[in-house]
């Protein structure tokens, strides 16, 4: 493998200190040429204002960087990039309104001629060839608000490809892909350190952490505690170096776990009007869906609580129930825990009071008026039951932390008293405790008789949380593992497999 | 906190004291000269003279007349209005002033009807009330003071126009607004006279700018590309007759319609329509100086409140002699001509 | 052909087409070459505001200020011009208030970062006080011929207002769609964020585009005071912003940034042109020209709406 | 640990008393316009001269109670001014052809908020842009007025009609008692029932709104009905109090209600704001005026001080 001795990256003893406040204090942070350099630690340990102060976002208040040796200034993120450092954001950076082929080249001299005209078959070939490079197939003429996130995420690489990158910072970059996706993306991450591009990886995934990368540092509470060879730490060591001690298993223990009646029957149900599914949920039961991006599993989802019209009636408690709205499905007992938190599910710069009870307010209000007294009663019990941690109820939802924040969005839901819980990808973007926390949640909920669909494109969750796992794929389920029959491969497998060659 | 308490200190210094600028350099108020005239016992009168806008330059000449008969009065006068034509505003603006505790309110009404209920909150005030320019016939103001009355202008248009043409053909009308009541009423006697006296004379529309210039314009070179057989336009307000001439002069430059075939009649303000007089396109127009209306205006009121009153036939001085017909007071009209123009100072 | 349908300018182009024809069919004089003329002549100021209008809405902003920049310039221009200085120099110095008076937008909006709507409402008072106290609320008229050039001069035999507007339209559409800074209004409408992170500098872009925005205004007030041939400073231009901005916006531009092409505006500001000409032409009673102008406006937006939605219906990956 | 957010969380703790804030810096500004006002007119503080400022706001200030909810809703209604010259002919008009003057109101009402019930469909339920839909709305609708009217105000109503805008009760306007009053019910409204929270839901993040279930276009649509409604309310003390119903009644109101909205501190993207605010901006707005009225200052130079005063007061909307 491509190694080379000389590091062309040293962070020496970077501190950074916000008004008041010290984010990172001291670390020192190596990298080599053509090497996968893991980044972990929880949220706020300063991953990411190491990341935003090597992409010139951020200044340091101490320590110095030195690149190939040389000491230098990143003060701005043009700096940065013209130095070969190139981020890719976990938040998408796209300019929705411009091709996906400008997105890439935007304000850059290389394509402008001249002139002083953009050169726009030069722009599009050159687009072309970076995409076809990661192997992906995208129409660089469109534009990237009617392109899929998939699409768009090939795009973020592409545009950090075109520097010619000799850091790459990947922050988060699987969050969004689908799992074929994830491993063509690992093709290019190997494919450029063979280059002898150095990649800083990101990631709370352990499992990719040991697939992809060489080294791995951990930070917390914005000081480095370890960096090790891939080969010389374990799953275990890592978590407790970031949570900073020991933390049980990450999934509850699923052996006693017995169900009754079956609530909800979908028979023949519309995904779209080719596409049609059935399937039934038992009371206390959770029953995962796995399925690539654009599989259907999340239309399933908006379709059942009332979100997308369609046609196909469900049957609730052997009632066969027309649902046409969300009220319909709220009134049969329905909840949905949307995929994206920032966007669909808090409004957050209100309050977590008046997140947590959004959806109630019609029944707790005498008439028209609030009452103010039954809503604090409501959150002081689901901020102790969730144990959400914020001095009040009162506290803007913005400050939360991300797994608070998903928990607001969870006792959103509780307090409606659902029957049935649609989650979809409920610990996306959360750290590993809070993660176990949730799990913990979940499998408590289903134990007193709440019925769980659990939608998730993070495979061990599906696993280690499933009672039963149907996968989907174009839009139809192809396939049903029972407790204890699914692994990774299997689902990646049932998942990715073209229709065609499944139908014998 | 000791932030934002200095943010505001800082804010409200700077918005009063523009006020208090814009107080010194507020040309609207004439203060009284006393001194000057002697006739110390009229100093304490004030009267509010009220436009139907501030800005547009014909109340801007007014304006004049209404400063000149302040300055050779003694009397303080307030020139204001609301910057559109806004009825409401207006009102409000009177109201206030009525607040103040003016002696006598002169106004040019939006809308006639409703400026009847603070007519009769100014009487029960002991103000005294007339309307200039425009009337508000069932109020209880004491005169009305205009150039001639809406009936008499309208006719004399439309006598002028179906002179110019011949009295045969057709012709549209300009006007500045579609709900103000002293446009209508022109427009109104004009088109019945027309009926009347000239049948063959035939109005094909009423088009209205809004009081916007730009709009007249683009008014008359529509109607002059509608109407190829178009032979009259007659502008009922200051901005329409500049505006049909400009339109009229470059269809004739551009060799689309031969000079003096479409005729220009209505009511002008001299310095606008000077040059058009100058080079023909167009011949004769109806004047009249609305600064002789501010100055009549300011003189009537200051008679009302020394309880004197206004006969038939008196001399104003810088004004000349005023018909008074029963609650109408009227200075009169003067024909414009190309030999005339240069004589008249706005 | 599919492609053109999938245009964002396809609707206002078709609506425009239909609408064209029907007047046609209704009025013979509205197909005279005089008055085709006439539209185009007359849609100048409006066109040419609306440029800048554009820019400013890509950005995601709005400009209320436009009338009365309009104002202060064809004022400022109308007195020098009538104080002996040659019309060209006027014309200039003219821009150099337009330039200044966008300046003074742009710093409150880029610089202090007020948003659009509220610096421009306030500037729009303040620059309608400005030009009234220039002229002393009196008419600014009688220019001398040499003035005339403007409306009615010729260059290469197209009438002047028609030159500059297509001028104006076409360099600013060249710059918007084919140069870096053009590229960068787009981007920074689409996504500030992002083109921050892209080392762009918003400020400055649009710094640069309120001054364009006034610059181009400012040769509107030229034309204006021109063809109009005198001035009203307490009243020319206002309430034009109302129909400059339903012109972008019924071209296919996006209230919210990012969106909108010159050719739209084009397209828009003819559709309005034509409408105000169209209905005179028709000989459609006085009082419903307004009535059928906001009608066929609402109709206009309704046919953005659905082709808009008929687009982001073809979503990639509609099936997730 | 979540050292950095935690920096942010002192930082935006203040977030409460920075609302405060901002209605103690319009009461201070208000009350620095009192004072400033009567040292330069000995009529500014008189009961009369008050009573007359809250009359002559009435108009501005029923209006700017839907509008404020509009904006916090994060959207825009210009059609409001041409929403009230219909309301107010469609008044004359029905009176004017023999129908009772109360029943005539009750019309007019009607028509005021299905005209702002057009403006919900086409912007709550078909998505349209609010601020296009408006300037739409805004030109047919005025034209509409042009058609009823052909431009001749419709005056003569029964005594009875006039006591909504001319009377009095306990020596206060019965139309200040009435603004009063609503804003009042608009305060408690948007503070303490389901209503408010939506408003403001909506106007941060009208995604969220939605997956929670609540029926985003119904609510956003009965902000514009409310906003016709009280262009329709404020149409028939505009009629009753200037015994006509003229066809350019409202015209540019529109800007007025805006700028005391956005004096009042709501935030021109949404999400922010509050009544109290509209209520000291619309106040603010008709002292200036009043005051300045008094002291004969030239509307020129109160067009100028007001552009002056929103860039001032205003800025502090930073996006």
Not at chain 2, 218 to 224: T, V
Not at chain 4, 20 to 46: C, E
Not at chain 4, 226 to 236: D, H, N, R
């Amino acid at each position: 493998m491509y190694q080379m001795d000389k590091p062309i990256l040293i962070m020496e003893g970077i501190t950074k200190e916000f008004p008041g406040v010290k984010a990172l204090d001291g670390v020192d942070f190596e990298l080599y040429p053509g090497e996968v350099h893991a980044l972990m630690g929880e949220n706020g340990a300063g991953k990411s204002t190491l990341m935003k102060i090597l992409s010139g976002v951020y200044q340091h208040t101490a320590g110095k960087i030195l690149l190939n040796e040389e000491e230098v200034t990143l003060n701005n993120p043009t700096v940065a990039q013209e130095l070969g450092i190139s981020i890719i954001h976990q938040e998408f950076n796209l300019f929705p309104n411009l091709s996906a082929a400008e997105n890439i080249f935007i304000d850059r001299k290389e394509i402008i001629s001249a002139s002083g005209k953009i050169n726009w078959s030069r722009m599009n070939a050159e687009a072309k060839a970076l995409t076809e490079s990661i192997g992906a197939d995208i129409d660089v003429r469109r534009e990237v608000q009617y392109l899929g996130v998939h699409s768009q995420q090939v795009i973020e690489i592409a545009k950090a490809l075109s520097f010619n990158a000799k850091i790459l910072i990947m922050d988060e970059p699987s969050a969004a892909l689908p799992e074929d996706e994830v491993q063509k993306m690992f093709d290019v991450v190997k494919q450029l350190r063979n280059n002898g591009v150095a990649i800083v990886y990101v990631s709370h995934r352990m499992n990719e952490i040991f697939k992809i990368a060489d080294k791995v540092t951990v930070l917390r509470d914005g000081g480095k505690v370890s960096t090790n060879k891939i080969t010389e730490t374990t799953e275990d060591q890592l978590i407790s170096e970031m949570v900073g001690k020991e933390v049980g298993d990450l999934y509850p223990d699923k052996t006693k776990r017995i169900f009754n009646e079956s609530v909800l029957n979908v028979n023949d149900f519309d995904i779209t009007s080719k596409h049609k599914v059935s399937f039934s949920l038992r009371r206390g039961e959770i029953l995962g869906f796995f399925g690539l991006v654009g599989s259907g599993t999340h239309t399933l989802a908006e379709r059942i609580f009332g979100l997308k019209k369609g046609k196909g009636t469900v049957e609730i408690n052997g009632k066969s129930i027309l649902i046409k709205n969300p009220k319909d499905a709220m009134k049969q007992g329905i909840a949905y825990l949307p995929p994206d938190r920032h966007r669909q599910g808090l409004v957050k710069e209100s309050s977590i009071r008046e997140n947590m009870t959004l959806p109630i307010l019609k029944r707790i209000s005498n008439g028209l008026i609030i009452d103010k007294k039954a809503e604090q009663v409501i959150n002081e019990e689901y901020i102790e039951k969730l144990s959400i941690k914020t001095p009040s109820q009162n506290q803007v939802v913005n400050l939360l932390s991300g797994g608070n924040q998903q928990k607001v969005v969870l006792a959103k839901w509780l307090t409606t008293k659902p029957d049935i819980l649609i989650m979809e990808e409920p610990t996306r973007g959360v750290d590993v405790g809070a993660k176990a926390e949730i799990y913990r949640l979940i499998n408590e909920l289903s134990l007193s008789g709440l019925s769980i669909i659990l939608i998730s494109t993070e495979m061990p969750e599906l696993i280690g949380m499933s009672d039963r796992i149907l996968v989907m794929n174009e839009g139809n389920i192809v396939n049903e593992f029972k407790n204890g029959e699914a692994d990774q491969q299997k689902l990646l497998k049932e998942a990715s497999n073209s229709i065609d060659k499944m139908v014998v | 906190m000791k932030k934002s308490f200095l943010r505001v200190l800082a804010l409200l210094t700077l918005v009063l004291g523009l006020v208090a600028c814009s107080n010194q350099g507020g040309a609207t108020e004439t203060p009284s000269e006393g001194d000057t005239g002697g006739d110390a016992a009229s100093t304490s009168k004030s009267f509010f003279i009220n436009p139907k806008s501030i800005g547009p330059a014909y109340w801007a000449a007014a304006e004049k007349g209404v400063k000149q008969a302040g300055e050779d009065l003694g009397v303080e006068v307030v020139f204001n209005a609301p910057s559109t034509t806004d009825s409401a505003q207006q009102i409000n603006m009177i109201q206030d002033m009525l607040t103040r505790q003016v002696n006598g309110v002169g106004v040019a009404p939006n809308d006639p009807e409703a400026v009847a209920p603070v007519f009769s909150n100014a009487l029960s005030q002991d103000v005294q009330v007339v309307t200039w320019d425009s009337d508000a016939p069932d109020t209880d103001r004491k005169y009305y003071i205009g150039a001639a009355t809406d009936a008499e202008l309208g006719e004399q248009f439309a006598e002028m126009i179906a002179n110019q043409i011949g009295g045969s053909g057709k012709v549209a009308f300009m006007v500045a607004s579609l709900s103000a009541q002293n446009q209508t009423a022109k427009v109104d006697a004009a088109t019945a006279y027309l009926e009347a006296n000239h049948p063959d004379v035939e109005v094909v529309t009423t088009v209205s700018s809004d009081d916007d210039q730009q709009k007249a314009y683009e008014n008359a070179q529509n109607l002059i590309s509608t109407y190829p057989d178009l032979k009259g336009l007659v502008g009922f307000a200051g901005a329409e007759a500049p505006a049909a001439a400009q339109a009229v002069e470059e269809a004739v430059n551009a060799g689309n319609i031969e000079q003096g075939k479409i005729k220009i009649a209505g009511f002008a303000v001299p310095s606008l329509v000077k040059e058009y007089l100058e080079n023909g396109t167009i011949e004769e127009m109806v004047t009249w100086d609305p600064s002789k209306l501010g100055y009549t205006t300011v003189y009537t009121l200051n008679l009302l409140t020394d309880g004197e009153d206004v006969e038939d036939g008196m001399e104003i001085p810088n004004v000349g002699s005023i018909k008074v017909n029963g609650d109408i007071i009227l200075t009169g009209t003067d024909v414009l001509t190309k030999d005339n123009v240069a004589d008249f100072g706005f | 052909m599919a492609n053109i349908f999938k245009r964002r300018e396809a609707p206002i182009i078709l609506f425009t087409i239909v609408l064209f024809c029907i007047f046609s069919l209704i009025s013979s004089n509205f197909l005279k070459p005089d008055n085709l003329g006439l539209i185009l002549t007359q849609i100048t100021t409006t066109g040419l505001i609306s440029i800048g209008m554009l820019m400013v809405i890509l950005f995601g902003g709005i400009d209320l200020s436009v009338g009365s920049v309009l104002a202060v310039v064809a004022t400022v221009v109308g007195m020098l011009v009538n104080a002996g200085i040659n019309p060209f120099v006027a014309a200039l110095i003219g821009m150099v208030v337009g330039a200044i008076c966008g300046a003074f937008n742009g710093l409150f909006i880029a610089w202090f970062n007020i948003p659009e709507i509220i610096t421009t409402l306030a500037t729009m008072f303040i620059f309608r006080g400005i030009a009234v106290a220039i002229s002393g609320g009196e008419w600014v008229t009688n220019f001398p011929d040499s003035f005339n050039f403007f409306s009615q001069g010729k260059i290469i035999g197209i009438p002047v207002p028609i030159a500059l507007f297509a001028t104006g339209a076409i360099m600013f559409g060249y710059i918007l769609s084919q140069t870096r800074f053009g590229r960068r209004v787009y981007a920074i409408g689409g996504n500030k964020e992002a083109a921050k992170l892209a080392g762009m500098s918003t400020r400055k872009t649009k710094f640069l585009v309120y001054i364009s925005s006034g610059m181009l205004t400012s040769v509107a007030a030229v034309i204006y005071a021109s063809q109009v041939g005198s001035i009203q400073a307490s009243t020319a231009g206002s309430g034009i912003e109302f129909t400059v901005i339903a012109a972008v916006l019924v071209g296919g531009a996006s209230i919210f940034g990012g969106v909108g092409t010159m050719l739209g505006t084009a397209f828009g500001v003819l559709l309005m042109g034509m409408i105000k000409n169209g209905l005179v032409l028709t000989q459609a009673s006085v009082y419903w020209v307004d009535a059928t102008t906001g009608f066929i406006l609402i109709l206009a937006i309704i046919i953005n709406t659905v082709q808009r939605s008929r687009n982001l219906a073809s979503r990639e990956g509609d099936l997730v | 640990m979540n050292l950095v957010k935690e920096e942010v969380n002192t930082r935006l703790k203040r977030l409460p008393s920075i609302k405060i804030n901002t209605i103690s810096i319009l009461v201070i500004l208000l009350a620095g316009l009192l004072i400033f006002f009567s040292t330069q007119s000995p009529y500014f503080l008189t009961t009369l001269n008050i009573t007359n400022v809250l009359v002559q706001v009435t108009t501005i200030g029923l209006i700017a109670i839907p509008m404020t909810y509009v904006i916090i809703s994060g959207a825009m209604d210009l059609s409001v001014g041409s929403i009230l010259g219909l309301s107010a002919v469609t008044l004359g008009f029905l009176y004017e052809s023999g129908t009772n003057i109360w029943v005539s109101v009750v019309l007019a009402l009607v028509v005021g908020a299905l005209a702002g019930a057009l403006n919900g469909l086409l912007i709550a339920r078909y998505k349209m842009q609010a601020i296009v839909v408006t300037i739409g709305t805004l030109v047919m609708l005025r034209g509409l007025v042009y058609i009823i009217t052909k431009g001749k105000p419709i005056s003569g109503y029964p005594d009875s009609f006039y006591f909504l805008g001319q009377g009095k009760v306990l020596g206060i306007p019965f139309s200040v008692i009435v603004m009063m009053a609503l804003f009042s019910i608009a305060y408690i409204l948007i503070k303490k029932t389901r209503i408010g929270r939506y408003t403001y839901a909506l106007g941060n993040n009208e995604e969220a709104v939605r997956y929670s279930g609540i029926n985003v276009v119904k609510v956003r649509f009965l902000t514009f009905v409310m906003s016709g409604l009280f262009a329709g309310i404020a149409a028939i003390f505009y009629v009753s109090r200037y015994a006509s119903a003229q066809a350019s009644a409202g015209d540019g109101i529109e800007l007025d209600v805006i700028t005391a909205v956005l004096i009042g501190g709501t935030h021109i993207f949404g999400g922010r704001g509050s009544l109290v605010g509209t209520f000291l901006g619309v106040l603010i707005i008709g002292t200036l005026r009043n005051g300045l009225n008094l002291m004969g200052v030239s509307v020129l130079f109160q067009t100028v001080i007001l552009g002056v005063l929103i860039l001032v007061a205003v800025s502090r909307q930073n996006k």
